[in-house]
């Protein structure tokens, strides 16, 4: 055996360290996040920006529904080309709301801001799609219930993720 083999530790050994560390790592940005929504929750105005979110949400929410039910129900648009459609509309919407008057973020740039606002914005699409997909078409819910659900479901990600990354001190 050479000395090279000697020191080396075995392929398997140098694997599970690497898993090790990247579980690590994991878990230590996991309570970090929790670490700062638990410390995040105990400033009002957290509270205060939660309500605007929902009011600014809500607004959107209701104009999703509106949009969405014009394509499907007057223009015969198909469910999921319709949710793509009132998405656009309302995150467009949402993203000038929140930006200046729920995180009042307008020091910051609006271009990454909103590249950022639209990054989390599609990923909750994703989610809104996928039950949509689930409700109409799989279980053969109504439509326009079945995007209302779809919507509200992905609202907490949403919240969060503008919350801590778009609009967060970083976001600026």
Known sequence: MSRVEETQPPAALRRTDRALDATSRAADWSWQLALRIHLGTRKPQNWVQLFKFGVVGGIGYVINLA????LTQA???HHILSAVGAFCVAVTNNFLWNRHWTFGATDGHAGFQAARFFT???LALAVNLILLYLLVDVAGAPELPSQALSVAAAMPFNFVGNKLWTFGAEGR
Do not use: C, D, K
Not at 67 to 70: C, G
């Open 120 to 122: 989390v914005s599609a």
């Open 67 to 70: 949009v969405f039910a014009l």
């Open 75 to 77: 223009l015969g648009v």
